[in-house]
């Protein structure tokens, strides 16, 4: 499973190449994202451990793979994980878009501050 995810990270789509760099070094809302990380039997494209959110990527072999894409977000939302996706065409077209709802799904899963008593 490294070796796949090693040789993932090296061979980005354009797509996935368009969302690292909005997403590296913590440049959305201070969050870590990691690209090709390995949870369980699969690798996510990218993945910020906290909060846990997961972003697919899908180009147009997936529409022939929609039940074994379900299965695999079935898992790992079971793992705790927001799992959201977007087809690549979306990405290249409408990034802006793409990383607004990025943002608003990490605001939704981080805990507000409490006010000190």
Same mark, same amino acid.
């Given at each position: ?14 797509? $996935? ?37 997961i972003? $697919? ?9 929609? $039940?074994y ?30 990383? $607004? ?17």
């Amino acid at each position: 499973m490294k070796s796949l995810a090693r040789s993932l990270r090296r061979n980005q789509t354009d797509a $996935e190449r368009v969302i690292w760099q909005r997403l590296r070094n913590r440049q959305l809302l201070d969050c870590k994202f990691c690209r090709q990380q390995i949870i369980g039997p699969y690798i996510a494209d990218f993945a910020c451990l906290s909060p846990k959110l997961i972003i $697919e990527l899908d180009g147009g072999q997936h529409a022939d793979q929609l $039940e074994y894409d379900h299965i695999r977000s079935q898992y790992l939302q079971q793992l705790g994980y927001r799992v959201l996706r977007f087809w690549n065409n979306d990405v290249l077209q409408n990034t802006a878009g793409v990383m $607004e709802t990025i943002r608003s799904v990490i605001v939704s899963l981080t805990p507000s501050p409490q006010p000190s008593p």
